[in-house]
């Protein structure tokens, strides 16, 4: 739509933190029905942009201009005032949700719309016009559920009404896709189709170059806080964008062929945990030299899982074992070190709250959980030195970026924490890897090392097993893929038999017995 | 038995009434910071202040509005410096609480043996008088059961409704149980997360110090040191049991006020056998043991002693 006139302007913004400089003169412009996607690596500045724009932050420099309501004439805002920018017109839809969670969702709509000290809340008013605002959008709510009984995808649309009812003209969705299957983000994106086709104009914040190319109209990518492309959606291709990201050419790791070798761990009729997040009755066999992947829309008990073989959950019904010993009875000690002994290396999913100890230095986070050995101790008295040379050695072999090996863990970024636990974990030879979301939140670059490490992990016949949302990463490296779904585990196929939408279909709840029934 | 009769007399239900007062106005006004979000363990010393403030300011000349309006303002002073402490500035909410209960404590003394530096006995005023309502105080047993209490009972019972409406009717109560449960679902619609945090740890500050001025300036006639005895604490722990509903808390002050006023008079029944101070235990017993029944399914705001900061999530 060249015609259409502008309704945002971004213009030279700089933002700086400290020494860090998160966004570096960077201008943007939207158009009336437009949908931008924002792409870039995490830290490249995509969220800082957002957040300057919506007022949570203040640029050091420039300006953001949105169209007058009125008149049409670009019209600065005042910096730092989220109230100023939704007066405008920007609404943000936040990755992670801000929505009350006691309140429902009709009072998280009506929120702050209405002068403060008035007597009563024109409810009545608010929801006449949000059920018509439904009805021509195609997102529907139970407007009166408390929002702690929605649906990660019904919040999301509770979020979106928010800014409608507002009769925001521009939304930014930050990330919108990473919580939800694949058949809701199709969903989400028509929808989106639908409102920029009535004027709105949408960013969305992305690094799924999938997403990208089929939903948007324009594509701004940033790096290092700088815009390195701004050009249309017709004619860019995933790898060019994929270059552009990162800023060199980029090798995606692949499986090599390899035979799995014998049953190393099963799982027998496995309960555990309980409420929403309980497995129940899973059965499970991972072969050495092998990647099991388990694919699952996150709260499905993915997490009780993995609590679980890493001897942090007890086992309720049913058997563990590995390599012919039961591993089960030991597990009612709760004991996470029984199962580090046995050969389990654990990659916790929140690896800033689980995966190491922010206070304390790189040099004892890498030797934290063998701490016991006696290459780490005697007679109950650290060996400093030793410790410190096979940190400064681990620092060397996995690239891990840091001030050195007494530097505290907190202060390193997402993708060198990973690589502290990976170092830890893998150094051991453990036969039994088990990776939770190993690359959530991480950047190309630096999830293209964790993929790698673990092919590595697999060729030296050790059995992984990878819990992820990311269908991508898991059909590139699994050898069979599993989908889990309300705490029950499918069986594992090999991936060469499976594809996208088919474990869509498992995550969102349709079981094979049911497809084979439609079937028959 | 004897310990039933204490129930067919209206003086008991008169007492428990009485002895409910301070506490509503208290757990009313923990509530309402706790809603927002803002543990106020200040709680004990604002009482204090309270009391001493609204005493003082009727002794040196006030009527006992004014004196009233003075306890407000001397609880809403050491609310703000609360709020300040721990919103802005995001500092621990128990180690700035039990600081302003220490401060509001001590200065309230300090304050009046500065003012009264040979009083041996403290002096008195006029309190206010048992409310004579025409019709309804002349009714046999529950005329004099309920409605023979002075007006700041009544302002009470009016704050525990007027709480109600605010919180699940207007949009200021709307934001207020919104901001105590994610700060950023208030900050993105617009609003300051700050601005409502002290506005109701203010408010609720003011509330809680009618508590205390209920104490000088109608259940007594004077201000004597340690006479707040704890009632903070008791309103901290009913908060928990309310599940944060002024509805509940309400219930919660009266029960309160009735084991007190029972043991009262079952020590003048039995007393001759046990030992007084196992009947003074009961209402404490008897909370913990509420306590314990309901704080498990208890609904706790969710962002209770979280500090927000702008920019971060």
Known sequence: ?520 | MDFLDIFLNANFWAASLRIATPLIFGVIGALVCERAGVLNLGIEGIFTAGAMAGWMAVWLGAGLWGGVAVAALAGAFFGLIHAILTVPLGLSQHVSGIGVTLFATSLSYFVYRTALPDVSSPPRIEPFKPLDIPGLSDLPFIGPALFQQTALTFLALFVVAATAFVLYRTPLGLAIRAVGDNPSAVESQGLSVYGIRIGAVVAGSALMALGGAFLTMSAFDAFFFGMVNGRGWICIALTVFASWRPGKALLGALLFGAFDAFQVRLQTDVGSFIPGQVFLMMPYILSIAALILVARKADYPRALLVPYFRGQR
């Open chain 1, 1 to 520: 739509m060249p015609s259409a006139p502008t309704v945002l302007q971004l213009d030279q913004i700089t933002k700086r933190f400290g020494s860090f400089t998160a966004n570096d003169a960077v201008s943007l412009s939207l158009k009336k029905g437009e949908i931008l996607a924002l792409l870039g690596e995490n830290g490249a500045g995509k969220t800082t942009l957002m957040n300057i724009l919506f007022g949570h932050y203040v640029a050091d420099e420039g300006t953001v201009s949105v169209a007058d309501r009125s008149s049409g004439a670009l019209t600065e805002l005042p910096p730092g005032q989220p109230h100023a920018a939704l007066e405008a017109g920007v609404g943000m839809v936040h990755q992670h949700f801000t929505l009350a969670e006691n309140l429902s969702a009709l009072d998280n709509i009506l929120l702050g719309t209405e002068p403060l000290f008035s007597a009563r809340s024109a409810r009545a008013k608010g929801r006449a016009r949000l059920v018509d605002l439904m009805q021509r959008s195609g997102l529907t709510v139970d407007l009166d559920a408390r929002i702690s009984t929605l649906s990660v995808g019904e919040k999301q649309r509770v979020e979106i009404l928010k800014a409608l009812y507002r009769d925001a003209r521009v939304l930014v969705l930050d990330e919108p896709t990473a919580v939800l299957t694949p058949q809701e983000s199709d969903t989400l994106f028509e929808t989106l189709k639908t409102l920029a086709a009535e004027g709105l104009a949408i960013i969305f914040i992305s690094h799924k170059l999938d997403e990208v190319i089929a939903s948007s109209d324009r594509i701004a990518v940033l790096r290092l806080g700088k815009l390195v492309a701004d050009q249309p959606t017709a004619g860019s291709t995933k790898l060019q964008l994929a270059e552009l990201m990162v800023g060199q050419t980029v090798t995606l790791s692949s499986r090599p062929e390899q035979a799995a070798g014998r049953v190393l761990l099963t799982l027998q009729g496995a309960s555990a945990g309980d409420g929403r997040a309980a497995i129940h009755d899973i059965d499970l066999a991972l072969n050495s030299g092998e990647i099991l992947g388990i694919a699952g829309v996150s709260g499905n008990g993915q997490a009780t899982l993995a609590r679980l073989l890493s001897g942090l959950e007890p086992l309720r019904k049913g058997s563990l074992t590995l390599e012919e010993r039961d591993l089960g009875r030991t597990l009612h000690g709760q004991s996470a070190r029984t199962m580090i002994e046995a050969g389990f290396a654990r990659i916790p999913e929140d690896r800033h709250k689980d995966g190491i100890v922010g206070a304390m230095s790189i040099a004892e986070n890498l030797a934290i959980e063998t701490i016991r050995a006696p290459q780490n101790q005697r007679f109950g008295f650290l060996k400093f030195g030793a410790i410190a040379e096979r940190a400064r050695a681990a620092i060397k072999a996995y690239d891990i970026r840091c001030q050195g090996e007494r530097a505290a863990a907190r202060l390193l970024s997402g993708g060198n924490i990973q690589k502290i636990v990976l170092a830890r974990t893998l150094e051991a030879n453990p036969k039994v890897v088990l990776a939770a979301q190993p690359s959530r939140g991480l950047d190309v670059g630096a999830t293209a090392d964790v993929h790698r490490r673990l092919l590595d992990a697999r060729a030296r016949g050790a059995g992984v097993i990878l819990i992820s949302e990311d269908l991508d990463e898991l059909m590139r490296l699994s050898d069979r893929i599993a989908v889990i779904h309300r705490g029950r585990l499918g069986p594992a196929e090999a991936t060469e038999t499976l594809d996208r939408s088919t474990l869509g279909l498992r995550m969102a709840g349709h079981d094979h017995a049911a497809d084979a029934g439609e079937a028959a």
